[in-house]
């Protein structure tokens, strides 16, 4: 049974501190070998690569066969059901048309001195896209990484994909092709990280990596962090639901349990002012994991990290859903989008009973890609943005300089930095 | 003498890729203590941060007196001399006005199912600034990241400096006092780091952190990384001027130096189709720093890491701007804005003989932290956005539910997760 709390009971303040605390991942302490391995593909390229697979995916590599070749994508696609592929491709669309809402304009003006000022969006020349092998490939996280960075208009998009004893999943494939990927790689782990940030002889640098990977993968990516660029470490998946007495049972319960099938690690909380409702989830939570393909998984989850909260009134949920900050918040009440306001820290909100948060995992068009842990309260889910970087631009003429160059020659001798202050009257006889 | 690299000779890729390689850096390994001293932090709060406060800083501290008081920032705001708190003030003014115009606009729409979509962007609620004591404090970094975050509209923003043997640089105070601090702490390192993560009595936690600071705070922010945001690891600085012969020698060797007087790890280049103009930049060079203050600095700095590049073309230019991916890039030549268009890695563009470097430094109202280490490659420099966060936002009714519903559970189904299936499947007896 998951953990029931009451805003009205007294030792609520420190019951939902310890929820907040509770500690969901076990971190391996992978780090030593990552580094040995990232160190080896730095210094032997493809070799170290080829070895690594041998050894984790049981795949024997030739330096000419790591990239999947066009042939086999297309084999592949042949291979996906029709009804799969056609899912795909209208998830496809409607990821794109969202995405392309997200393209910065730039900007370039002239202030009242004469100063000319703005900046610039240019796209990442070169991005890596990591994706998981085995039971966790996901062809949606693949059209939800690789969208966003065509349409930020990144000339080179790499994916990495391990293939555990030859196999790659032909969805994945068709979906790496629809989201337009430049070049796909059958590897994965460390190595892959690593291959991607330094380059090998097979495969040329990226400058940024994004997209989730096991303890290794996550070791790796902190560890190549600052020499390329990567998004967030994600971790097990949450959902947030407040909901009041308007809302069904069962639907809520179907969503607790879909965020619960994630992972054992994951944690789905239901927020209510109606301590009937909570009974209902809770009922309907237990009888739908009699039937559900992954209820070991889903029951542990919900068991371990799953909560029950009544309020005495909604208006203490946004405080308390700010400090939760979930990376999926459903609001299921007579005023959602009134609550919603009221709320900071969330990756993504549904609103109403009829937005399960699986059609924002599919077909809805915003990333799913969101930030996990209570990261929601510093930062936001993958993007267009993510992929493109901003350059400022300044200009003055000389009577700009003028203007502005006293000032400057004033806080840079302030700062006792005087070859900044000569940089700027070394331009004009006047404050020479 | 710094290197001299010529585009036509045989050596040429060689020689400019040790350029890149060339590692400025020596890594101090202070990991082990600073991860003995966040522990200590998160297990003894505030005590622990005046133990090592007494320790590194020379001083000794009561709970009480960790906070700077109203009191002392006026006193400070008084010795400021009266030009310099002048010339911090117009500087605020136009680092104010140029971030507003950073502010994004939310989305909200309909698409043509009738759904609606959007996002919202909120300020982080709470952030921690930190400043560097001793003789790198710079009150211009103190504008350059806290009116960013006041613009963005973080209600709480919490500056810790610390202060070797009590001292404080009275014009720091006065810009964090114009750029609208909440809060000001005496202490610095990996302790006030721990501090600002996790909380102490004092200090309530923070959700992210930026600004620059020793080994000891770098290795404190990568090890608080993900338990709330950070910016940037700053590297030293860079600047890349690219100039033809219609460009001023002096000129430009007074702003070679005004980057090399950052540190001896600051790295200068010059790139130009003139070999006349490179022979008499390096003259200049030469000459400017028989007069600086800070010769030993600026001097190892542009001995060490320098570097003169004469091309047969300045049409060769942005292919190599784009590997350095130069932190500050001045272009002085005939056509400056038609070679910036060229270019796609820099974190800041300086156009024309007018436009010093160091004018950006503080009154051009652009900021002045930019990517270092060729991270202009992959990211931008400091702005608004760092201190919000986008939250998507989704919105379904029953009939937009009944078209997208089917897809969703197809893609559900494909990637074995039946309970994400069953949550869109449970809301309509059609697709039960």
């Known amino acids: 049974m998951p953990v029931r709390l009451d805003s009205s009971k007294a030792d609520f303040a420190a019951a939902f501190a310890a929820l907040l605390a509770a500690k969901r991942e076990i971190s391996e302490d992978v780090d030593a070998s990552v580094r040995g391995i990232i160190a080896d593909v730095v210094a032997r390229g493809d070799e170290a690569v080829i070895d690594y697979t041998s050894r984790f995916d049981h795949l024997d590599l030739a330096p000419g066969t790591l990239r999947v070749t066009q042939a086999e994508i297309d084999a592949a696609r ?3 059901e029709p009804r799969a592929l056609k899912a795909l491709e209208l998830a496809a669309e409607r990821i794109r048309a969202f995405h392309e809402r997200q393209k910065p304009a730039d900007l370039s003006f002239t202030d009242a001195l004469g100063v000319e000022l703005g900046w610039r969006w240019t796209a990442i020349e070169a991005v890596g896209l990591y994706v998981p092998g085995g039971t966790a490939a996901y062809p949606s996280s693949v059209l939800m990484n690789a969208i966003p960075a065509k349409v930020a208009g990144c000339p080179r998009v790499v994916m990495v994909v391990p293939s555990p004893g030859g196999l790659l999943n032909p969805l994945v494939l068709a979906a790496a092709k629809l989201a337009g990927a430049d070049e796909i790689y059958r590897i ?74 994630h992972d054992t690690a994951s944690q789905s909380i239901l ?63 007579v005023d959602a989008e009134g609550l919603a306001a009221r709320i900071r820290n969330a990756g993504a909100i549904f609103l109403g009973g009829h937005t399960p948060e699986a059609i924002g995992d599919y077909v809805g068009g915003s990333n799913h890609v969101l930030p996990t842990a209570r990261s ?3 930062s936001s889910g993958l993007g267009v943005l993510d992929f493109m970087k901003r350059t400022s631009i300044l200009k003055c003429g000389p009577e700009q300089l003028a203007a502005l160059g006293p000032p400057a020659i004033t806080l840079g001798e302030a700062e006792g930095l005087a070859a900044h202050a000569r940089s700027v009257s070394i331009r004009s006889n006047r404050v020479l």
Chains 1, 2 share one sequence.
């Open 78 to 80: 042949a291979e996906c």
């Open 188 to 261: 994965g782990g460390a190595q892959a990280i690593a291959a991607l940030a330094y380059g090998t002889r097979t495969i040329a640098p990226v400058a940024k990596i994004t997209g989730p990977g096991n303890a290794y993968v996550a070791a790796a990516k902190r560890r190549v962090f600052g020499h390329v660029g990567i998004d967030m470490i994600a971790g097990p998946s949450e959902v947030l639901v407040i909901a009041d007495d308007s809302a069904n049972p069962a639907w809520i319960a179907a969503d607790l349990l879909a965020q619960a099938e």
């Open 271 to 333: 927020i209510t002012d109606s301590p009937a409702l909570a009974d209902a989830v809770e009922r309907e939570v237990a009888a739908q994991l009699e039937t559900l393909p992954r209820a070991n998984i889903a029951g542990a989850s919900w068991r371990d990290f799953g909560a029950v909260i009544t309020l005495g009134s909604l208006d203490e949920a946004p405080a308390l859903a700010d400090r939760l900050a979930a990376e999926h918040l459903e609001i299921i009440t």
């Open 376 to 378: 929601a309260k510093f």
